[in-house]
């Protein structure tokens, strides 16, 4: 070897040193050796031929040629592990020089074949680790028609080890990041069920239609997606909402909700988008207004149906320009909030009628939730009550010992037009009304709920529900058989009556408050002090 060749080996072997030492990203550092490897041999190929043990074949995941197809090739070929120049190396543990290929007797053709290289000289250095050999570093054809030599020989085996260790650590880096991977893919699957099962438990809810709800809130829970729910008055639906940005990756964030039905225009305008100080009478001081207050978080529109259309046209802009202008002012917020609304109306009907506009509907309703009605599923009945007598005896600070099946019987029985919030108030009624040490029963439960006709001939109320029951005012016969037991007092018997006319009413108009008093002729305020008083709402 010259002393021009030596210079330049020496040149390269530094520059591989530097490379082990400087390049972190495993995945690039023995591509690179094997480069300068090829480099320093002036050879036309060099590869890495790593062991599979299991199948004993070797296989090429690092080859530098200077045919780009032949390289290619190499990358998808597997030979067996005990033929070939390799594998000789392999066997023996020792370094292999060849110089005449083709005309050795453990040259494995099949290579060339695949490749439609031809194969002339090669060494091959065993690439062995604490534990064991792990392949076969080789280098092929020595370029000007020359042969290898014992200093090229020489060289390999000085970066042999460095290639291994590069190698199992880029193993074990790849090892390392998989299960990286499955262990992130593992946690977030635990922690979305942990989370379902922390951030729904305060929702009830045992059959397939509540099954479903779970379900669209983990899916929604996932995303940010715009998410309408769907359901009667008292299902439970900003329950769902508050669930749904719990479980989701803002959870932390602020969810501010904002009742749509209970301002007038003016201040809906200004409670959702801010105002500027002065911009009218009362506005005191500058406002954020919930979109700006929600940040990073949700803004839940609840009862969304009753927004005034000047409003809608408002709201649609926000949600199109993810901006606000706030009351007095003239230049538009940039706002990053997730909106979630509820309404107890079909809001697709509201649209038809023309009392909603069908562009927000399909902005609001990307992704719809109902909840159903408590009739729908009497299976949560029990459980939900037992749940509120539980709570209301802790608030009361009471000892109640339970619920008496006969007054599970009446619970079950009774059609809830109120549903789960109407429950609720039942049984803390109730709860207010036992004494210390109590199990609530049907004498704890009101009126309009002893009075609750059957649903239908199979349910007919027991004896006991029966000897309590109020006069029923769609069932004449009803009241003879009650006849023979007692007689309430009229007053009784009349709130019972209003009670059930104004269920049913409020049923009919899709439990919009203003549109039932209008039909009983009475007034919204009139209305909601007869809701209260008889629990239904
Ligand atoms: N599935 C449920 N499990 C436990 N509690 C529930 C469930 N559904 C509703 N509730 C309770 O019933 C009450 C009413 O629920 P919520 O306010 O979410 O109903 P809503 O559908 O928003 O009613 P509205 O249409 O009148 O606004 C709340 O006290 C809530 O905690
Ligand atoms: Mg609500």
Request: include cysteine; charged fraction near 25%.
């Given at each position: 070897?010259?002393?021009?060749?030596?210079?330049?080996?020496?040149?390269?072997?530094?520059?591989?040193?530097?490379?082990?030492?400087?390049?972190?990203?495993?995945?690039?550092?023995?591509?690179?050796?094997?480069?300068?490897?090829?480099?320093?041999?002036?050879?036309?190929?060099?590869?890495?031929?790593?062991?599979?043990?299991?199948?004993?074949?070797?296989?090429?995941?690092?080859?530098?040629?200077?045919?780009?197809?032949?390289?290619?090739?190499?990358?998808?070929?597997?030979?067996?592990?005990?033929?070939?120049?390799?594998?000789?190396?392999?066997?023996?543990?020792?370094?292999?020089?060849?110089?005449?290929?083709?005309?050795?007797?453990?040259?494995?053709?099949?290579?060339?074949?695949?490749?439609?290289?031809?194969?002339?000289?090669?060494?091959?250095?065993?690439?062995?680790?604490?534990?064991?050999?792990?392949?076969?570093?080789?280098?092929?054809?020595?370029?000007?028609?020359?042969?290898?030599?014992?200093?090229?020989?020489?060289?390999?085996?000085?970066?042999?080890?460095?290639?291994?260790?590069?190698?199992?650590?880029?193993?074990?880096?790849?090892?390392?990041?998989?299960?990286?991977?499955?262990?992130?893919?593992?946690?977030?699957?635990?922690?979305?069920?942990?989370?379902?099962?922390?951030?729904?438990a305060e929702i009830v809810g045992s059959?397939?239609?509540m099954?479903?709800?779970?379900?669209?809130?983990?899916?929604?829970?996932?995303?940010?997606?715009?998410?309408?729910?769907?359901g009667e008055t008292g299902t439970g639906k900003e329950l769902v909402?508050r669930g749904?940005?719990?479980?989701?990756?803002?959870?932390?964030?602020?969810?501010?909700a904002?009742n749509?039905?209970?301002?007038?225009?003016?201040?809906?305008?200004?409670?959702?988008?801010?105002?500027?100080?002065?911009?009218?009478?009362?506005?005191?001081?500058?406002?954020?207004?919930?979109?700006?207050?929600?940040?990073?978080?949700?803004?839940?529109?609840d009862?969304?149906?009753?927004?005034?259309?000047?409003?809608?046209?408002?709201?649609?802009?926000?949600?199109?320009?993810?901006?606000?202008?706030?009351?007095?002012?003239?230049?538009?917020?940039?706002?990053?909030?997730?909106?979630?609304?509820?309404?107890n109306?079909?809001?697709?009907?509201?649209?038809?009628?023309?009392?909603?506009?069908?562009?927000?509907?399909?902005?609001?309703?990307?992704?719809?939730?109902?909840v159903?009605p408590l009739r729908?599923r009497r299976e949560d009945i029990a459980l939900l009550a037992s749940r509120f007598v539980a709570n209301a005896a802790d608030r009361h600070q009471k000892r109640i010992a339970g619920i008496d099946p006969s007054a599970i019987d009446l619970l079950m029985k009774f059609d809830w037009p109120g549903n789960v919030r109407q429950l609720r108030n039942e049984i803390d009624r109730a709860v207010a009304l036992a004494h210390e040490g109590d199990t609530i029963g049907p004498y704890h439960l009101s009126p309009t709920l002893r009075g609750a006709?059957?649903?239908?001939?199979?349910?007919?109320?027991?004896?006991?529900a029966?000897?309590l029951a109020a006069?029923?005012?769609?069932?004449?016969?009803?009241?003879?058989?009650?006849?023979?037991?007692?007689?309430?007092?009229?007053?009784e018997?009349?709130s019972e009556?209003e009670a059930k006319?104004i269920s049913?009413?409020l049923r009919?108009?899709?439990f919009?408050v203003?549109?039932?008093?209008?039909?009983?002729?009475?007034?919204?305020?009139?209305l909601q002090e007869k809701m209260k008083t008889y629990h239904l709402r």
């Amino acid at each position: 070897m010259t002393d021009s060749a030596d210079g330049e080996r020496f040149r390269l072997l530094y520059e591989l040193g530097c490379a082990f030492v400087a390049k972190t990203d495993l995945a690039e550092l023995v591509p690179f050796v094997i480069a300068k490897c090829r480099e320093a041999l002036n050879a036309e190929s060099a590869s890495v031929l790593l062991l599979d043990r299991e199948r004993n074949e070797f296989y090429f995941p690092y080859v530098s040629d200077e045919n780009a197809k032949v390289a290619g090739v190499l990358a998808q070929l597997r030979v067996p592990a005990d033929r070939g120049i390799a594998g000789a190396a392999l066997i023996s543990g020792k370094p292999l020089i060849v110089a005449d290929a083709q005309n050795d007797p453990r040259f494995y053709r099949n290579v060339d074949t695949e490749t439609g290289a031809v194969t002339r000289n090669i060494i091959a250095v065993p690439l062995t680790s604490g534990r064991g050999i792990i392949g076969v570093l080789e280098v092929l054809n020595r370029r000007g028609g020359l042969s290898f030599d014992p200093d090229d020989v020489a060289l390999l085996e000085a970066v042999s080890g460095s290639v291994t260790i590069a190698i199992e650590n880029a193993r074990l880096y790849e090892q390392l990041r998989s299960s990286e991977a499955t262990l992130l893919t593992q946690v977030s699957v635990l922690r979305r069920d942990l989370a379902r099962d922390r951030r729904f438990a305060e929702i009830v809810g045992s059959g397939p239609e509540m099954e479903d709800v779970f379900h669209l809130m983990e899916s929604a829970s996932a995303s940010f997606i715009t998410v309408l729910i769907e359901g009667e008055t008292g299902t439970g639906k900003e329950l769902v909402a508050r669930g749904i940005h719990r479980a989701s990756a803002r959870g932390e964030g602020p969810f501010v909700a904002v009742n749509c039905a209970a301002l007038p225009e003016t201040l809906l305008e200004s409670e959702l988008f801010g105002h500027r100080r002065g911009s009218f009478t009362g506005a005191l001081r500058d406002s954020p207004g919930v979109f700006r207050a929600a940040a990073g978080g949700v803004v839940f529109l609840d009862e969304v149906a009753e927004m005034p259309p000047r409003m809608q046209a408002k709201l649609l802009r926000v949600l199109e320009q993810e901006e606000v202008i706030p009351v007095g002012d003239s230049f538009p917020v940039k706002v990053d909030v997730r909106i979630l609304s509820a309404t107890n109306r079909d809001l697709k009907q509201e649209v038809e009628r023309g009392a909603f506009r069908e562009d927000l509907y399909y902005r609001l309703s990307a992704f719809p939730i109902r909840v159903p009605p408590l009739r729908d599923r009497r299976e949560d009945i029990a459980l939900l009550a037992s749940r509120f007598v539980a709570n209301a005896a802790d608030r009361h600070q009471k000892r109640i010992a339970g619920i008496d099946p006969s007054a599970i019987d009446l619970l079950m029985k009774f059609d809830w037009p109120g549903n789960v919030r109407q429950l609720r108030n039942e049984i803390d009624r109730a709860v207010a009304l036992a004494h210390e040490g109590d199990t609530i029963g049907p004498y704890h439960l009101s009126p309009t709920l002893r009075g609750a006709p059957a649903r239908s001939p199979i349910t007919r109320p027991s004896s006991n529900a029966r000897a309590l029951a109020a006069p029923s005012d769609t069932d004449a016969a009803n009241f003879s058989a009650n006849a023979a037991a007692t007689i309430q007092p009229l007053r009784e018997a009349r709130s019972e009556f209003e009670a059930k006319y104004i269920s049913e009413a409020l049923r009919r108009n899709g439990f919009n408050v203003s549109r039932t008093a209008e039909a009983l002729s009475i007034s919204r305020p009139a209305l909601q002090e007869k809701m209260k008083t008889y629990h239904l709402r």
